[in-house]
């Protein structure tokens, strides 16, 4: 699986963005698709996931303001992210892991810059 993510970009502090990760196949009914951020001299993040039946899961520090979602149709999931924080900014990555074998597949990345 080919994974390739969008819509990184400069915001203010309070802005907001959705981030794209597309897929080059059908992954979402296999894969457990999530989204994490990494920043320089930090350890990768993980922010928000989706399970192959829709479940998903946010880390403590982005609930409320950010929203998985996917489109099964398009081979595409999304990353809303609403009031960013200086925080956030980060490379933001996107994920598809299958437990059962082991495989694990990266884009690379999507620069969110928040400043005023």
């Known amino acids: 699986v080919q994974l390739v993510e969008s819509g990184g970009g400069l915001v203010q502090p309070g802005g907001s963005l959705r981030l794209s990760c597309r897929a080059s196949?059908?992954?979402?009914?296999?894969?457990?698709m999530g989204w994490y951020r990494q920043v320089p001299g930090k350890q990768r993040e993980s922010v928000a996931i989706?399970?192959?039946?829709?479940?998903?899961n946010y880390a403590d520090s982005v609930k409320g303001r950010f929203t998985i979602s996917r489109d099964i149709a398009k081979n595409t999931m999304y990353l809303q992210v609403n009031n960013l924080k200086p925080e956030d900014a980060a490379v933001y990555l996107c994920?598809?892991?299958?437990?059962?074998?082991?495989?694990?597949?990266w884009g690379q990345g999507t620069q969110v810059n928040v400043s005023a």
């Open positions: 994920n598809a892991a299958r437990f059962t074998t082991g495989s694990s597949y």
């Open positions: 196949r059908s992954a979402f009914n296999i894969y457990v």
């Open positions: 989706i399970s192959s039946d829709g479940s998903t």
